[in-house]
């Protein structure tokens, strides 16, 4: 499947709590999953479980050996093609309540080549909200789509970086904790080799 035939018929939302409409497609990696985990590894990012109980328990680890949070707090499951995320990744900035971070789902779909879609939906958390467990994103979720292609902008796995306009995606909406967003309707299109 081409990335065009893809960008017209794949959902351009995740499903989030409640069956609500979550956060808005924005980034696509392209490539085997050893080469986008290798590629997002070297860029600084840090995989969260799946699992909110063993990402709980990692960062209770974390706290007691002293360790920086890297694999806490666990990030609520998305779906995507009716299934839950196959990656959390993060950056933490502050323990706890601000981070960069994202969810990747592999796609039943695959490149003319063979390399497999991973649909992604990436946005900086601002703070956390306790009375539900989550966080206040930033609306502009464009300014995280590119602070992800900054963090692989030099990366030696990466075959190319781009931009490609989806006008399927909804340039503004709520998600399903009630938050607004707004971007462009790029998507960030990573290529591995």
Aim: hydrophobic fraction near 35%.
């Amino acid at each position: 499947m081409t990335l065009d035939e893809l960008f017209a018929s794949t959902q351009t939302r995740s499903v989030g709590r409640f069956n609500k409409k979550g956060d808005a497609w924005n980034l696509i990696f392209i490539g085997r999953e050893e080469d986008v985990c290798g590629a997002l590894k070297e860029g600084g990012w840090h995989r969260i479980p799946r699992s909110i109980p063993v990402s709980i328990a990692l960062g209770m680890a974390d706290l007691l050996t002293g360790k920086k949070l890297t694999r806490f707090p666990p990030m609520n499951l998305y779906r995507v093609e009716n299934r839950v995320q196959d990656h959390n990744w993060a950056i933490p900035v502050r323990a706890i309540h601000e981070r960069h971070h994202f969810r990747l789902w592999k796609l039943e779909a695959s490149d003319p080549v063979g390399r497999p879609y991973w649909w992604g939906s990436g946005n900086y958390d601002l703070d956390s909200r306790f009375r539900d467990l989550s966080h206040r994103p930033d609306p502009e979720i464009d300014k995280e789509r590119d602070f992800i292609a900054t963090t692989l902008q030099e990366n030696p796995r990466i075959a190319s970086i781009e931009h490609r306009l989806c006008p399927r995606v909804p340039k503004t909406g709520t998600n399903d904790k009630g938050y607004s967003y707004h971007c462009d309707g790029r998507i960030l299109v990573v290529t591995l080799k």
